[in-house]
């Protein structure tokens, strides 16, 4: 299919919004190109939020961006992970190198430490906000706005063609949007996932998800993949989003994709982009996205009046094309592909998650409805029905035209940049006479007798009760880690109504929530614990907005609490008990029973329920740092938090350590 290739060139064609395509390593980079994608993103060895993808040295990235600048392509790099006080010297040289030895024209990151390190760095190019930075309302971009680095904010991929709408109406001039038009959906919302971390310390906001969500969970007897979403596919909804003067580019998902799934998804997009209108040009695009060896897609949620739910259980949800199904015995087992399969075609045994699975290599051509033999070969010996997925594939006319790319290279130095001296510029530490407490936060005021004399907080919710005045110098409102554009209003009446009604002290879960308090100095603000904050660069930041107090991660190690409450510029908090959530979602499986536990293959339980707008996934054992007191307290955090999640009926809680990631450190 690689004949129906677009020429290069027309890249160079005036025509918004861009089209942004993923590489993951050198291959599907220059596949990009050769698909003529206006602009291409790509991250690092370090500091990335794919750390699975091969990814880049400044060397390598070096060559490729001045061959895209030469095609008249951008280049974005990730660093859009999270980042610890000792690590702030380490990314600040990274980009000092990348700005002196590469050049890209933009950064895309989470943490808003990187704001002012990129500017210490001398990085003069554009920052772009990622969703893990989590900006779900249109009020939020007002106060993007006022970092005049920050360029453009890519939006979470839970948003309807009507909320995207939304956010382009009240989208500051010099800022615009970027928009996920294909790939991979988390069942979580970006930055509100802790699954990974929480079950085995390896952290998705740091680009090392085992992707708990993708595998196999045991509800009342009944396994499936309650969690696993199908990609999103805009497909022929693309034209919707065209004309939104706001919305700068389309972006494609999957850094850890191969060059095909690359080459044909950035042609499909650019064939709906600009030929919207001819039936013919729609045709082929979708017949290119079939072919990009994705998994089956949805639209979820961009048509408000008919939206879809992203888990169906009725789906293959393995990453690849789905190609067909183990048959025959374990000693003499084969595959009958749907579709043809060419030599250096690669296949995939089962699910990732699978301990067993396996990566195939074809030998051989193999037509539609042949026979090939997998197995007894190596260690895997598949039984009948076993899915296989093709994931990637080699065609000689895409080989050629990475080749002629790739012999392009050589005239761009192969060096890389001269050792960086940066050192960052950190916040003054400010003397902290901040009385130390404890605070229990709670669903709702049930649970707090008369005789409760410590702090006390209470997720807000609209509907909720009043509560009494006398209360309001202990009392704590606690905003949701995600607002959508559909409640911005009503959460700005509620927030308005609990300030009448005398409250003066709030945690916001999102540091962009802050818009909601326009004299922010009358309150005492606290950035709350979903806001992942991890060094004191971004306590700066926050202490700049306007913030009063920081709860810091839950995800850090000792060492790293200890690091980070040395130099804070601002009262700091802690978790130290409680239900955390594996993930915040927009979305739940229409065949999950809500409050009832569910296992996965290694007996870890959990639940899930809803409050409002989100879903939260619960664990059934708590953190529990109570031991760790007396060493947090001797640290410098000023506020214990106590998270009192209900726990519905019939179910048990493990006793476990709860130390998260107290010892191993945050990976």
Request: proline share 7%.
């Amino acid at each position: 299919m690689a004949d129906y290739a677009v020429n290069p060139g027309a890249q160079n064609r005036p025509r918004p919004p861009a089209i942004l395509a993923p590489a993951g390593g050198k291959e599907a980079f220059l596949a990009a190109l050769a698909a003529g994608a206006d602009a291409v993103y790509a991250g690092l060895k370090n500091f990335s939020a794919r750390m699975a993808a091969e990814n880049f040295t400044i060397s390598e990235l070096a060559q490729l961006t001045g061959l895209a600048h030469e095609q008249g392509a951008a280049v974005h790099v990730a660093l859009n992970s999270l980042i610890q006080s000792s690590e702030l010297d380490s990314v600040g040289k990274l980009i000092d190198r990348l700005a002196r030895r590469v050049g890209p024209d933009a950064l895309i990151i989470q943490d808003l430490a990187m704001i002012p390190l990129a500017r210490q760095a001398g990085f003069t190019g554009e920052i772009h906000l990622s969703t893990l930075s989590n900006i779900s309302f249109p009020r939020a971009l007002g106060l993007v706005a006022r970092f005049p680095e920050v360029k453009r904010v890519v939006l979470p991929r839970e948003l309807s063609i009507d909320e995207i709408k939304q956010m382009a109406g009240q989208c500051p001039k010099g800022l615009s949007l970027e928009v996920f038009v294909h790939g991979a959906l988390c069942y979580g919302v970006s930055g509100r996932c802790y699954w990974s971390s929480f079950l085995g310390g390896k952290s998705g906001l740091r680009g090392r998800c085992v992707q708990p969500c993708r595998r196999a969970y045991d509800q009342g007897g009944k396994t499936a993949r309650y969690f696993s979403c199908q990609d999103l596919w805009f497909d022929v909804l693309t034209r919707l989003l065209v004309n939104i003067p706001q919305v700068s580019c389309l972006k494609i998902e999957g850094r850890k994709k191969g060059p095909h799934y690359v080459y044909y998804t950035v042609l499909a997009y650019r064939l709906l982009r600009d030929h919207s209108d001819d039936p013919a040009m729609k045709k082929k695009a979708l017949s290119f996205l079939e072919y990009a060896l994705g998994r089956s897609g949805t639209h979820y949620n961009i048509l408000s009046q008919r939206p879809r739910n992203p888990v169906d259980l009725k789906q293959q949800t393995g990453s690849g094309m789905l190609i067909g199904t183990v048959k025959g015995e374990r000693s003499r087992s084969y595959l009958v592909p749907r579709e043809a399969l060419y030599s250096q075609d690669i296949l995939r045994i089962g699910y990732e998650d699978d301990p067993w699975h396996a990566v195939l290599r074809v030998g051989r051509y193999v037509p539609p409805r042949g026979r090939l033999y997998v197995g007894p070969g190596g260690r895997v010996k598949p039984k009948n029905g076993t899915p296989v997925f093709l994931i990637d594939r080699r065609e000689e006319a895409l080989a050629k035209q990475i080749r002629r790319l790739e012999e392009k290279l050589g005239k761009y130095p192969h060096s890389e940049a001269d050792p960086s001296e940066f050192t960052a510029t950190l916040p003054k530490k400010k003397s902290n006479r901040y009385l130390f407490g404890e605070m229990k936060v709670a669903r709702s005021w049930n649970r707090f007798n008369r005789g409760y004399k410590d702090q006390f907080g209470i997720w807000l919710s609209p509907g909720m009760p009043d509560f009494k005045t006398e209360d309001a110098t202990r009392f704590w409102a606690w905003l949701p880690p995600v607002i959508w554009p559909d409640e911005q209003e009503a959460w700005k009446f509620l927030i308005q109504q609990v300030i009448r009604q005398g409250c003066r002290n709030f945690v916001l879960n999102a540091p962009w929530q802050i818009v909601f308090f326009t004299e922010s100095r009358k309150f005492n603000l606290w950035a709350g614990p979903f806001c992942n904050i991890a060094n004191t660069l971004s306590i700066g930041c926050l202490a700049d907005m306007g913030f009063t107090g920081v709860i810091v991660s839950p995800e850090l190690g000792g060492p790293e609490y200890e690091d980070l409450a040395a130099q804070s510029p601002l009262p700091l908090g802690v978790v130290v008990s409680g239900h955390w959530p594996l993930c915040v979602s927009r979305t739940v499986s229409e065949e999950l029973t809500l409050e009832t536990i569910f296992a996965s293959p290694k007996g870890e339980q959990a639940w899930a329920s809803r409050y409002d707008a989100n879903v939260w996934v619960f664990p059934n054992w708590r953190i529990d740092l109570t031991q760790k007191q007396e060493a947090l307290k001797g640290f410098g955090y000023r506020i214990l938090v106590h998270l009192m999640e209900p726990v519905p009926k019939g179910i048990a809680l493990k006793e476990r350590p709860g130390l998260w990631n107290w010892e191993i450190g945050l990976k």
